[in-house]
């Protein structure tokens, strides 16, 4: 029992670390994961590894490209198409679900510190600060919602939704437009308004999918 536990941990800690580097980039599209090298580095054997491999597999983050070779899997124009247009239907399902069955004054302050993250972008940690703000933001819409189902499938974009991100960081002009976008989606959570929460919720991710793939191709050309 404890081998099984031991490798189990192993398993999610080189899982872990494998994802971040990949959301991160540090792990770039094409890069091959071979078996020995990896467990090398990360500390583990090679069985644990192969667990974390295949979990990352099963999330689309790595692709077997021979029985011996996984590499970091690539991401173009159509994948990120196709993963804003399952967002979209989460995403704006959720929004009009939060506004109906969440805490109003939970989200009214969220509003408030969207109105204030602009200004302190260009700080040393301000972008990471905007992320983290994000993220706390998705986890109050997520439990307003209330839907296991909904956000165990918005889990699943939101781990392919970090690399996607990467695209446009370091497009001032885009994240300022982002945090008034947020802020006027919290607003209407905190008013209640379904309709306007969720169409507000569309102009951003109309907004945040052609700033991405525009940063895409600018980085093609």
Known sequence: MSTTVERTRASDRA???????IQSGALAPGTVLAEVEQAARLGVSRTPLREALQQLSAEGLVEQQSPRVTVVADIDAGDIRSLFEIRRALEESAARLAAERGDAGLFAALATEFAAAGASLDAKTGRDDYY?????????????VNNDYIASALRTVR??????????????????ASVSEHQLIAEALAERDGDLAAHATHVHLRNALTSILDSLMEGQS
């Open 15 to 21: 899982y872990a670390t494998l994802l971040e580097e």
């Open 132 to 144: 983290a703000l994000i993220a706390r933001f998705d986890r109050a819409v997520d439990a307003a």
């Open 159 to 176: 781990t392919h939704l970090v690399r996607v991100r990467r695209m446009s960081r370091d497009n001032h002009t885009r994240l300022l």
